[in-house]
């Protein structure tokens, strides 16, 4: 038993020196490699202990790192979720590590690309379209930002785009 238990802190350990884990991803990457149930949570309890595995500090690096891709609150947070890290956690680390108006600035790059790529493959009038607002809406949501704020800016972004658009016989 104490060879497994070692042989499961050092898979563990290995899988832990490529990025944070969650507790629960470490748990299913041991539980793939065929280690028991028991020396797996035995190895999970040791690492903790030792604070080389913490929900808490998995969660902010996480959101940090997420945050730079242009992702939504609500994405990060699914995403979490789908890690194994709690609800009050995935909060707490959230409001600690995500910058409100940088999100603002991540939908609005996300939205301004998104309209040039849809452009270019479906027109530059699709915007103006109920399709092509409604996709543009769900491709926003998708990335998990807040439902409201894409309203708004989808709606901006469509009188902007009609405002600017070239007008017939002119």
Known sequence: MP???????TAALR?????WNSAL??????????????????TIDRLRDEKWLDD?????????????KRL???RIKGELRMAG???ETAE????????PEKEANGLKDACEK?????????????????????????????????????SDLVRDCVKRAASSAPTAGG
Do not use: H, P
């Open 3 to 9: 060879d497994d238990l070692e042989r499961c802190r």
């Open 114 to 150: 998104r309209i040039r790529v849809l452009a270019r493959r479906l027109g530059d009038d699709f915007l103006g379209t109920a399709d092509g607002r409604n996709k543009l809406t769900a491709y926003l949501l998708k990335l998990g930002y807040d439902g409201a704020m894409v």
């Open 56 to 68: 808490s500090r998995f969660a902010e690096a996480f959101v940090r790192a997420k945050a730079t």
């Open 85 to 87: 890290v709690d609800s």
């Open 92 to 99: 707490r680390a959230i409001r600690a590590n995500f910058d």
């Open 72 to 74: 939504g609150r609500e």
């Open 15 to 19: 899988i832990l020196s490529y990025r």
């Open 25 to 42: 991803e470490l748990q299913r990457k041991l539980a793939a490699k065929k280690f028991d149930d028991d020396v797996i949570e035995a």
